[in-house]
């Protein structure tokens, strides 16, 4: 890694993301390179700075005017760190799926930065790019329309090999696509079915192997059990799980299931509205969250015990959810927010620890955008 840092001014206030030694490049295979150098586990692997993207709005038919923007994501810094599991949760709409493909390079960014090992991914093109995509992969949310219904399981896993044969050559990839069945559970004489011929939970597998087929470093997994049945589910989670230690890989995992997101992660991180609420470790954000929105959320999520259920505090929101092409202005959860003052229309809250934590060892003393951040007791997740 070059001497360059590039974000040292974020460190002191926001502990969440780091200093990134920028990667200073200047030729093709330079970049391809340093895109090769091994991670040592609980370094940052993945950085991300300010990103943002905005969808366009248009009238016309010939001649298109911008009447405005849907903030998808606007705005949103951290780190993933080599070996973790890094969970995304938040309601429909507020922009996690947005960010899987942004670090994906399925869609462009509209503005900030996305470096993985010290080089802006946003930036890179030809065999740069081809080797980042590699070494970044995806797991999709339906394991129904993501397998081509055209094409055997032998060919849908052993696609990758096609565009990166330097992994597989020809003579071993039939061997090395039954070895992948093989590891996520299923049958290697079932090389030759079709994906009609399997169950979700089956399907799912094969979009896993299908992910590992080019040993990347990063998996990102955009609500992969939400399709599935519940003792499905359980069952795709420990595969998962036992595929990251066997392989040393990262996970960015986006869900809605609170419940599922705690089991597999290390770091939490809170969206709503395109920008990050709240972040912090699993038993920070379930057992000590500070944001009123993480609250509500935490709030919601089923307690099996009866005289649990009836003794705790429901948290109802009040409102619907701002557009995104129109966010309030200040804090964007304060028209739902039962804190909300003056100041919370008037200024952005930064991410970061909250002033009266910032000096003690309490679990609260994690980073939170809000101005009155404070832990809430009645507050119990399952």
């Not at 309601?91 to 462009?108: D, H, I, Q």
């Not at 299931?257 to 991180?269: E, M, N, P, Q, T």
């Not at 972040?279 to 509500?296: E, L, S, V």
């Amino acid at each position: 890694m070059a001497e360059l840092s590039k974000n040292d001014e974020q460190v002191g206030t926001t502990p969440n993301v780091s200093g990134v030694e920028v990667v200073e490049a200047r030729t093709e295979a330079e970049e391809v390179a340093a895109l090769e150098v091994p991670v040592e586990r609980g370094e940052p692997i993945l950085q991300v700075r300010n990103l943002v993207k905005h969808f366009p709005l248009t009238q016309g038919i010939l001649f298109k005017k911008s009447v405005g923007a849907v903030k998808a994501v606007d705005g949103i810094s951290f780190d993933l760190y080599q070996g973790e599991t890094l969970g995304i949760v938040g309601e429909s709409g507020c922009g996690k799926s947005t960010v899987a493909r942004l670090l994906m390079n399925l869609e462009r960014a509209t503005a900030g930065e996305i470096f993985y090992k010290g080089q802006d991914i946003t930036r890179l093109s030809g065999k740069a790019l081809k080797a980042v995509r590699r070494n970044i992969q995806m797991v999709f949310q339906d394991p129904y329309t993501s397998l081509n219904p055209r094409m055997t399981v032998g060919d849908i896993i052993g696609e990758p090999f096609e565009i990166h044969p330097e992994v597989a050559p020809k003579g071993d990839r039939r061997k090395k696509v039954q070895d992948l069945l093989d590891v996520v559970g299923l049958n290697p004489e079932y090389i030759n079915r079709y994906p009609h011929q399997f169950s979700g939970g089956q399907r799912q597998r094969i979009g896993i192997a299908r992910g590992l087929a080019l040993n990347p470093e990063i998996i990102i997994c955009d609500e992969p059990v939400s399709a599935l049945d519940v003792s499905v589910q359980a069952q795709v989670i420990n595969l998962m799980e036992g595929l990251q230690n066997e392989f040393n890989l990262s996970y960015l995992f986006i869900a809605h299931d609170l419940s599922i997101v705690r089991h597999i992660s290390d770091r939490v991180g809170v969206m709503y509205l395109g920008k990050m609420a709240e972040i912090g470790t699993d038993a920070q954000i379930y057992d000590h969250p500070t944001h009123p929105y993480t609250q509500a959320l935490l709030s919601a999520v089923p307690v099996p015990d009866p005289e649990a259920r009836a003794n705790r505090e429901r948290i109802i929101l009040t409102g619907d959810v701002p557009s995104p092409a129109n966010p309030p202005s200040g804090c964007r959860f304060r028209t739902r927010c039962w804190k909300a003052q003056d100041k919370c229309a008037e200024e952005v809250p930064l991410l970061a620890v909250p002033e009266r934590f910032k000096d003690s060892d309490t679990p609260a003393a994690h980073e939170s955008a809000c101005h009155f951040a404070e832990e809430k007791d009645v507050v119990h997740a399952a």
